[in-house]
T-cell receptor, first 115, second 111 residues
Framework: KAGVTQTPRYLIKTRGQQVTLSCSPI?????VSWYQQTPGQGLQFLFE?????QRNKGNFPGRFSGRQFSNSRSEMNVSTLELGDSALYLC????WGQGNTGELFFGEGSRLTVL | TQLLEQSPQFLSIQEGENLTVYCNSS?????LQWYRQEPGEGPVLLVT?????EVKKLKRLTFQFGDARKDSSLHITAAQPGDTGLYLC???????????FGKGTRLSVIA
């Protein structure tokens, strides 16, 4: 079956702009989690959506937001971009969500560069 | 806040050597996962350990969960260039709490 698909793969923005990233989970998976990966901080949890409801949220400012649609596809938005937002944004899907011993299936990520 | 410390951060070895990567925390985890991430790709699950003291083997890779479920190790025997990548450990807490990831160990195996 198809894996997790993230779009776009690469994008360049300038400070102050906003960006929307998209994630299509594996068919049948109801949980989508978003992570920010940087060389200095590693993978940091942004939020998790399960059946269209935000179930968990990490310690990121309100500029970071997300949503999940009825078909389980998810989007995350970052407003008023800052240089420090440059990172690889990873989406992960799973059947039953975080907190279980189930596997997280990651997409290839969206690499955001903020100039 | 649960934290996972991985060591070493970087490791460069010759093909055929053995190595061990460590993942430590002061917190107890209900389970612990190891992922490998290759350049340009997302992390891929290697193993999940659930029981304290558990040992799992995956070909040349041996994973161990500490008795107190606070730490884990990954041992690779006779490393090969195909083992090159970023190895990440991730701990699961209680309930629907999100996985906590270590910062990773970047392994380079030179032929």
């Amino acid at each position: 079956k198809a894996g997790v698909t993230q779009t776009p793969r690469y994008l360049i923005k300038t400070r102050g702009q906003q960006v929307t990233l998209s994630c299509s989970p594996i068919s049948g998976h109801r949980s989508v989690s978003w992570y920010q990966q940087t060389p200095g901080q590693g993978l940091q949890f942004l939020f998790e959506y399960f059946s269209e409801t935000q179930r968990n949220k990490g310690n990121f400012p309100g500029r970071f937001s997300g949503r999940q649609f009825s078909n389980s596809r998810s989007e995350m938005n970052v407003s008023t971009l800052e240089l420090g937002d440059s990172a690889l944004y990873l989406c992960a899907s799973s059947s039953w969500g975080q907190g279980n011993t189930g596997e997280l299936f990651f997409g290839e990520g969206s690499r955001l560069t903020v100039l | 806040t649960q934290l996972l410390e991985q060591s070493p951060q970087f490791l460069s070895i010759q093909e055929g050597e053995n190595l061990t990567v460590y993942c430590n925390s002061s917190s107890v985890f209900s389970s612990l996962q190891w992922y490998r991430q290759e350049p340009g790709e997302g992390p891929v699950l290697l193993v999940t350990v659930v029981t304290g003291g558990e040992v799992k083997k995956l070909k040349r890779l041996t994973f161990q969960f500490g008795d107190a479920r606070k730490d884990s190790s990954l041992h690779i025997t006779a490393a090969q260039p195909g083992d090159t990548g970023l190895y990440l450990c991730a701990g699961a807490g209680i309930g629907n709490t999100p996985l906590v990831f270590g910062k990773g160990t970047r392994l380079s195996v030179i032929a």
